[in-house]
């Protein structure tokens, strides 16, 4: 079984996405540079921090476009938090441009008191995924950010979730698939996200 390759930008919970991983069997390892990404069956990009400093770590490792391409050939990718806001057009977080795989912009939370959006919270699905197979979205999932993602490009929108306003917390096209919440911090239902993952998009490749 090929492994699946954890991006490592300089910051994040890369250890606690790998121990999740092991806990359903599934191989996993911290990649730094391309020849990780290229050997790998798919990609995580796990986020937590800023975005404007997880841009200059992912630069300063020569990976931004090693992920671009690996995305655009097709290959399985998951982001997880910050690895969903990356994937946008432009954040506010910084006035900095994404990757613009995803229509969209990322925006901070002004509609409530307390930010950053710390703790459990529900997510309505929109349409099925496989990543969601047999996970039960009446439970709720952990989330901590204080930005969060407006998809202008609604095939991409997969389920969201309420903070003030709605939100996207699940976006997906093909072989591309992020969530806002954290599933590595989300108990059972979220080992079960990343089982889903790896037997629906990854031993297929």
Not at 40 to 48: D, E, R, W
Not at 67 to 77: A, E, H, M, R
Not at 134 to 156: G, I, L, M, R
Not at 176 to 195: C, D, R
Request: glycine share 10%; aromatic share 10%; net charge neutral.
């Amino acid at each position: 079984m090929r492994e699946i390759a954890i991006i490592d930008y300089g910051a994040g919970n890369l250890r606690s996405v790998q121990k999740a991983f092991e806990k359903i069997g599934q191989q996993a390892f911290i990649a730094s540079d391309k020849s990780g990404i290229e050997k790998s069956a798919a990609l995580v990009f796990p986020g937590q921090g800023s975005l404007p400093s997880a841009l200059q770590g992912l630069e300063e490792r020569k990976l931004i476009y090693p992920i671009l391409d690996w995305i655009k050939s097709g290959n399985p990718f998951l982001g997880v938090c910050l690895g969903l806001q990356f994937l946008l057009d432009h954040s506010e977080e910084g006035n900095c441009a994404g990757l613009g795989v995803v229509p969209g912009s990322v925006k901070r939370f002004n509609q409530v008191g307390k930010v950053p959006h710390m703790g459990w919270n529900s997510v309505e699905l929109i349409g099925a995924h496989p990543i969601f197979k047999n996970v039960d979205t009446s439970n709720q999932f952990y989330f901590v950010h204080s930005y969060y993602a407006e998809v202008t490009d609604k095939k991409w929108l997969k389920g969201t979730t309420q903070y003030g306003v709605e939100f996207c917390s699940v976006l997906a096209h093909e072989n591309v698939i992020a969530t806002q919440f954290h599933p590595e911090k989300s108990g059972a239902i979220g080992l079960k996200l990343y089982e889903n993952f790896a037997e629906s998009m990854v031993r297929q490749k």
